[in-house]
């Protein structure tokens, strides 16, 4: 059941600025991507600038004072950092938000108005904030805020070399590009480009090439958990930016293969199984985007497939490819994709056969 939401934006830290969007600004947009039925805002004088909520199309009233309360209302504080998913429990839930700590926070699903915010929250049923809970009151506490804003940027899928190196690598860059006008669908471009470049590296069959190949493919990596960064802290995810990111990964894993292949061609003057190696690897390389492609438009939930997809559709590769490109054994990583792909795309359709058979039943 979804109920309406009042944010009381009376205190001038409803301003504060968490990259680059105000705490207001947050918190009305996390309201209502957590299902709120209408928003008003509480606050007077010149009116709070809403300038990307307004380009998000979200609806929300204006108010000088507290209106009566008709019905349970999410009441909020204006100058709260909250994430939608903490809301949405919250909703859900009619209780009231906390800390880990066990602290109150100020939002909460209120009965009726008692002269000021704390008193009407009820205390039960106490919500743990999962994501950021924080009330921000100076320039210290929105600093904080941001810094734990941006520890939840981070993906439950990604991977090993995802979570120690490629993003926190890549945090700087987007604390840095989210002051620019550079959108999220245009820094996966880029990423797709340097990763088709590492490409072109390897079909020369030089090993000098194949080396730096390597290290721009893992550039590449890097700045694949920028756009998904910048996307998510400015709210400015979108279905078609979700296929660029994909279909662009997928376009540099097909000519990475097609290119070492080419490449381990050349260097070995044109004998062995290396070209045929590659063009089979891709082969597996188009099979497994299928695979990714049927889970993402599939009507059905598919757990087992999705589960084993987020696990292991990632580029944690790039390092061993780092590791023999130094030591010029570049065709081993061939063989090992050549296996690993078609393995992978097999194995999925095993798990989405499995699937299915269980959702007929």
């Not at 797709?192 to 590296?201: E, K, M, P, S, Y």
């Not at 990964?249 to 062995?272: A, K």
């Amino acid at each position: 059941m979804s109920y309406p939401a009042l944010l009381i934006a009376d205190n001038p830290a409803c301003e504060s600025t968490l990259a680059t969007l105000t705490v207001l600004e947050r918190l009305v947009i996390a309201t209502h991507k957590a299902g709120a039925k209408t928003i008003t805002i509480v606050h007077s004088g010149k009116p709070p600038d809403l300038a990307h909520a307004n380009r998000l199309n979200i609806a929300y009233k204006l108010t000088e004072t507290v209106p009566p309360l008709h019905e349970p209302t999410l009441l909020l504080a204006g100058n709260l950092a909250a994430q939608e998913a903490d809301l949405a429990r919250v909703l859900s839930k009619k209780g009231r938000l906390y800390t880990p700590a066990r602290e109150p926070l100020p939002c909460g699903v209120a009965i009726e108005w008692a002269d000021e915010l704390d008193a009407s929250l009820p205390q039960h049923p106490k919500i743990e904030a999962f994501g950021v809970g924080q009330v921000v009151k100076d320039s210290l506490s929105a600093i904080q805020a941001e810094d734990a804003l941006w520890d939840t940027m981070g993906k439950e899928t990604d991977s090993v070399v995802d979570h120690n190196f490629n993003r926190p690598i890549g945090r700087a860059m987007s604390k840095a590009l989210i002051h620019t006008s550079l959108s999220p669908n245009a820094v996966s471009v880029i990423g797709t480009i340097i990763g088709v470049l590492a490409a072109w590296c390897f079909t020369h069959g030089e090993a000098h090439l194949m080396i730096l190949g390597a290290l721009l493919l893992q550039l590449s990596a890097v700045i694949d958990c920028v756009d998904g960064d910048i996307a998510r802290i400015l709210h400015k995810e979108t279905k078609a930016g979700k296929w660029i990111d994909l279909g662009g990964d997928q376009l540099v894993h097909l000519l990475l293969i097609t290119g070492i292949g080419v490449g381990l061609y050349r260097m070995t003057e044109q004998t062995g199984p290396t070209l045929w190696l590659g063009l089979g690897a891709a082969l597996g390389v188009v099979m497994s985007f299928l695979t990714i492609l049927r889970a993402e438009q599939s009507p059905l939930p598919l757990p087992r497939l999705k589960k084993f997809l987020s696990k292991t559709a990632n580029r944690d590769f790039s390092v061993l490819l780092i590791v023999l490109a130094i030591v010029e054994r570049v065709q081993w990583f061939l063989w090992i994709a050549f296996l690993a792909v078609h393995i992978f795309w097999l194995y999925g359709a095993w798990l989405r056969w499995q699937d299915e058979q269980e959702q007929s039943q």
